[in-house]
C-alpha cells in the first residue's frame, strides 16, 4: 500500500552545525506535505509545509525542498540548537487539501534528532 | 489561543475495563482527528469527522472501538473493553480548511496504559 517512510531513525550533530532528515513517500497522488516536530511526552508540532506545486519553502530557520521526481521530501535546520531535539516526523496528504475530502495525514515512522553540544 | 485539549493525560486501568477519551477541538475547525501513537506502528489515523459526522472509520481497530462528536466542541473516543495491546498514546487533533496551510493542530494526547 501507499506509505511514507524516513531514512534514517536517529541522526545526530553538533549544536551549531545544520541539520538535514530525509523523507521518502509512495503515494504520487500526495499534494501536501507536513513536517511535525514531537518532543518527548508531547503532542506534534506543526514546523513546515509545502505543496506539490513548490519545490522549496523556507521558515525560520528551516526550509523543506520536496523532489516529486523521486518522491523524496527534507527538511533542512540551520544552526541546530539544543531545542530542535526531538522526533521529526513527515507526513503527506492526499485528497485532504484538493477538495476531495480529508484523509487525514499519513505519517512517517519519524527520526530521532540528537544535538550534541 | 487554547489548542486541542484532551483528558485524561495518562490512564492506567485493567484488561477489560470501559476507556473514555475526551477531546475539546480548536473553536472554529471543522475537522477533527483521532490519532493512536505506537513505537511499532508509529502514528495511525483512527477516525476523522467533519462538521461533527464521521467521515472514515476505516483506522479503528475493531469492534471495541468507537467515536463520537455530539457537537462542534466535544468528541469521544471509547474502548470496551479494553486489553493490553490498546496501551499507546492517543492523540486527537483538529483542522479548518481554507485553503493551502490548513495546519492539522494536535493535542497533547491520552498515555493509555492497560494492565
Known amino acids: 500500500g501507499e506509505s511514507v517512510g524516513l531514512h534514517l531513525p536517529t541522526l545526530s550533530v553538533q549544536e551549531g552545525d545544520n541539520s538535514i532528515i530525509n523523507c521518502a513517500y509512495s503515494?504520487?497522488?500526495?499534494?501536501?506535505f507536513i513536517w511535525y516536530k514531537q518532543e518527548s511526552g508531547k503532542g506534534p508540532q506543526f514546523i513546515i509545509d509545502?505543496?506539490?506545486?513548490?519545490d522549496k519553502r523556507q521558515g525560520q530557520r528551516v526550509t523543506v525542498l520536496l523532489n516529486k521526481t523521486v518522491k523524496h521530501l527534507s527538511l533542512q535546520i540551520a544552526a541546530t540548537q539544543p531545542g530542535d531535539s526531538a522526533v521529526y516526523f513527515c507526513?503527506?496528504?492526499?485528497?485532504?487539501?484538493?477538495?476531495?475530502?480529508?484523509?487525514?495525514?499519513?505519517f512517517g515512522k519519524g527520526t530521532h534528532l540528537i544535538i550534541q553540544p | 489561543d487554547a489548542g486541542v485539549i484532551q483528558s485524561p493525560r495518562h490512564e492506567v486501568t485493567e484488561m477489560g475495563q470501559e476507556v473514555t477519551l475526551r477531546c475539546k477541538p480548536i473553536?472554529?475547525?471543522?475537522?477533527l482527528f483521532w490519532y493512536r501513537q505506537t513505537m511499532m506502528r508509529g502514528l495511525e489515523l483512527l477516525i476523522y469527522?467533519?462538521?461533527?459526522?464521521?467521515?472514515?472509520d476505516s483506522g479503528m481497530p475493531e469492534d471495541r472501538f468507537s467515536a463520537k462528536m455530539p457537537n462542534a466542541s466535544f468528541s469521544t473516543l471509547k474502548i470496551q473493553p479494553s486489553e493490553p495491546r490498546d496501551s499507546a498514546v492517543y492523540f486527537c487533533?483538529?483542522?479548518?480548511?481554507?485553503?493551502?496551510?490548513?495546519?492539522?493542530?494536535f493535542g497533547e494526547g491520552s498515555w493509555l496504559t492497560v494492565v
Open positions: 487533533a483538529s483542522s479548518f480548511l481554507s485553503g493551502f496551510g490548513n495546519t492539522i493542530y
Open positions: 503515494n504520487s497522488a500526495s499534494d501536501y
Open positions: 509545502i505543496r506539490s506545486n513548490m
Open positions: 507526513a503527506e496528504a492526499g485528497r485532504l487539501y484538493s477538495g476531495g475530502g480529508a484523509d487525514g495525514l499519513t
Open positions: 473553536s472554529g475547525h471543522d475537522y
Open positions: 469527522f467533519n462538521n461533527n459526522v464521521p467521515i472514515d
